[in-house]
């Protein structure tokens, strides 16, 4: 039985970034040459009650999607993933409400019921299996180790630009990081 250990989803640059989720055993390498962009890191949240934070980042998500706009992306190529349904449903509502208004849908809304003008924010585990060329992740569970998978599914969700919307000290986390065998 032949292995299936190359990864032909990602771009060179997202799966240099999310490997170091995968155990070593497994003896994943990239099955294709395209490099790709750069991981987007946007660390300037700072820390700050949840509440706070949520805020934060949901406007460094609108900027980083109106520029993505601005770069004529369309919006349902775009998706915001969070650690739980609560927080994506808070996301939800901010950018919603702020200006400007950003049309948001669910994942499993935009299978049933696509809306090309809104872009999908969810939960990591809800959207496992799913797919978008941009990939945005809100402050990826980087401090806590019980989180290995979820950090790995968040960066490997997108096969184009990935955008990881973190803090300074997380940053550093994810920096440190070692798979343990």
Same mark, same amino acid.
């Given at each position: ?31 294709? @040459?395209?490099? @790709? ?6 660390? $300037?949240? $700072? ?8 805020? %934060? @980042?949901?406007?460094?998500?609108? !900027?980083?999607? $109106?520029?993505? %706009? ?8 775009? &998706? ?10 808070? /996301? ?12 948001? %849908? ?13 872009? /999908? /924010? ?10 978008? %060329? ?7 569970? =980087? ?21 990881? &919307?973190? $803090? !300074? ?7 440190? =990081?070692? =798979?343990?065998?």
């Amino acid at each position: 039985a032949k292995e299936m250990n190359r990864i032909v989803r990602n771009t060179l640059n997202i799966f240099e970034c999310s490997k170091k989720y995968l155990s070593p055993t497994l003896g994943a390498e990239i099955g294709h @040459g395209v490099t @790709g962009r750069q991981v987007k890191w946007v660390d $300037s949240m $700072s820390g700050c009650t949840l509440s706070q934070c949520l805020q %934060q @980042g949901t406007e460094i998500v609108r !900027k980083e999607v $109106s520029d993505l %706009q601005r770069d004529r992306v369309t919006m349902s190529n775009i &998706v915001v993933l969070t650690c739980d349904k609560s927080t994506s449903d808070e /996301v939800c509502q901010c950018l919603l409400e702020g200006s400007p208004c950003i049309s948001t %849908q669910n994942a499993e809304d935009a299978i049933k019921f696509p809306n090309h003008a809104a872009v /999908v /924010v969810d939960s990591i585990r809800r959207f496992k299996g799913l797919e978008r %060329q941009v990939v945005i992740l809100l402050d990826p569970p =980087f401090d806590d180790e019980m989180n290995i998978e979820l950090n790995y599914v968040g960066m490997s969700r997108c096969f184009c630009l990935l955008i990881i &919307v973190t $803090s !300074k000290e997380k940053r550093k986390v994810y920096e440190e =990081f070692t =798979f343990e065998c």
